[in-house]
């Protein structure tokens, strides 16, 4: 993190592994998880978390969101605004798929290029995300939308070129 937060609240914590990574490299995290048996810090839901207002500088959101109700998303997003000071780093899962190329010759900068296409649904996925980006009924307009509703202002969204499943949001409170 270019800013060196002070202090990183890490929502669903996974593996762990990007609190491992955070806390190797001297950052101060809290993990918070509803499920007990992970061992987070705090155990709680993103719809209503424990803490004071503004008592992290980032808070980083990945592969949480999708997991409840759509009607929930902006609750969820009030809160989590609520709780940071200054940026929230949030993960959704993007449903198009995407032809990725990568370019290498000698003395010339890697070059990547990703061009999304419609996919379809897998129906497996259902029982474990409520929606995601481009499926019907929820364009990334509407998702952006409801992130400056929530009182963010979209700083920067990109996939990552080896895994572009995900669709990451650099938020910041405006």
């Known amino acids: ?35 007990e048996e992970l061992s987070p810090d705090i155990v709680a839901s993103v719809l209503e978390m424990p803490l004071e207002d503004g008592a992290f500088d ?34 959704l899962p993007d449903q198009r798929g995407a032809v990725r190329a990568l370019l290498k010759l ?30 019907k009924g929820y364009p990334l307009r509407r998702i952006v939308s409801d992130m400056e509703s929530a009182g963010f202002t979209l700083e920067r969204t990109y996939r990552v070129f080896k895994n572009p499943v995900h669709k990451f949001f650099i938020l910041r409170k405006a």
């Open 1 to 35: 993190m270019r800013q060196s937060p002070a202090s990183v609240l890490e929502i669903g914590i996974g593996n762990g592994m990007l609190s491992s990574y955070l806390k190797g490299r001297g950052y101060a995290v809290t993990t918070l998880d509803i499920r």
């Open 58 to 91: 980032v808070v980083a959101c990945f592969e949480v969101l999708e997991h409840l109700e759509y009607d929930c998303f902006g609750q969820a997003l009030r809160e989590i605004g609520r709780v940071c000071a200054r940026k929230a780093v949030v993960s």
């Open 106 to 135: 000698p003395f010339v900068k890697e070059k990547r290029l990703m061009i999304p296409y419609p996919r379809l649904h897998l129906p497996a996925l259902e029982a474990y995300h409520k929606w995601e980006i481009s499926r």
